[in-house]
């Protein structure tokens, strides 16, 4: 990921609108359909889709696409966030920076995909 697209992304992830529940709850929230929206260092708000939440390494990671437009973030990218918390204060997402481990939530997310479609192969074919 090139560094303004870090930059970039890394304001937005920032800290969540006020009016939303801890962040937690938000993406593993199974219900939750709404989009996450994130507000930048400048005050403006982008909206991301959830794709997934993948615990990993103890850490929990989210793969947000953007819906809104993102400057050096093509419409097809997603982007590994993680949780970071600290003591009394409330969790927030991080731009994952490390790409190494950015490829290791990417590939944790496929191995969970290839796990649910053999899943519901063994399902079908169960059904016959």
């Not at 304001?11 to 993406?27: C, M, R, T």
């Not at 929230?29 to 959830?50: A, H, M, R, W």
């Not at 990993?56 to 953007?66: I, T």
């Amino acid at each position: 990921m090139d560094k303004k697209k870090v930059e970039k992304v890394q304001e937005a992830s920032k800290k969540v609108k006020e009016e939303a529940l801890d962040i937690i709850d938000v993406l593993l929230d199974e219900n939750n359909k709404e989009p996450i929206t994130l507000v930048d260092g400048k005050g403006k708000k982008l909206s991301f889709e959830q794709i997934a939440v993948i615990p990993h390494n103890d850490k929990l990671y989210c793969v947000l696409k953007p819906i809104d437009k993102i400057e050096n973030v093509q419409d097809d990218e997603a982007i590994v966030f993680f949780v970071h918390e600290e003591e009394g204060k409330t969790p927030v997402l991080m731009v994952e920076t490390d790409e190494k481990v950015a490829m290791d939530v990417f590939d944790e997310y496929y191995n969970l995909l290839d796990e649910e479609e053999a899943k519901n192969k063994k399902k079908k074919s169960s059904k016959k």
